[in-house]
């Protein structure tokens, strides 16, 4: 009869006896490897991530109450662009257009209806004259100074622009010097338009005197 061998995991100092049986634990981390999570590892993965996700979740809340609409914001822009676009392509004559001076004179001395454009001055439209007027419309460029557009925005030839009747419009014209040039020689025109929800938009441009006897 024979006698069955036992193989030791670990070597005894001076035994002739090896180890012999490491197999078996290597076997048994891969097996444990390959059963996966426990069930108090899910429960804190579930309890990180739940906690993560609700923070964005927080922050975007947060965020999206505090800012304004993206497309009433762009279409405030545009409006912004279009008036002031409007206004800078106005004549920047010393005389008013209807000043019969107004394609000679060299200086608002010259004129029998200078444009003026410092405060205090009345600078602005002259008598009678409006944005849509048939006789008498906007002809230079500080006659929109104080010009409001409310109750909706209409375009040049007083179309009412639909879904836009929740914004107003306004622009302020003066005399600000822009690098070299003198402040007589360049207006600033600032204007603001604001849309539903008190959302508002400031938009900023300059007109320089390039061509002052230029008329209509």
Known sequence: MSIPRYRSRFKVPGSRFRVANLELGTWNFERRKSLGLSLVELIVFIVVVGTAVAGVLAALNVATRGSADPMIQKQALAI???????????????????????????????????????????????????????????????????????????????????????????????????????????????VTVTGPGNVSVVLHGYRTRYAPNALP
Do not use: H, K
């Open 80 to 190: 912004a662009e279009a008036v002031l676009e409007e206004a800078q392509l106005m004549p920047f004559t010393y005389c008013d257009p209807d000043d019969a001076n107004a394609a000679t004179a060299v200086n608002q001395a010259a004129c029998a209806t200078p444009e003026v454009t410092s405060p205090p001055a009345s600078n602005g439209p002259e008598g009678g004259e409006t944005r849509l007027g048939g006789i008498t419309p906007f002809d230079n460029v500080n006659d929109y100074n104080n010009f409001t557009m409310a109750g909706g925005i209409v375009d040049i030839a007083g179309n009412a622009v639909p879904g836009l009747a929740g914004y107003t419009a306004s622009v302020t014209v003066l005399e600000q010097g822009l690098g070299g040039i003198a402040g007589n020689e360049a207006l600033l025109l600032t």
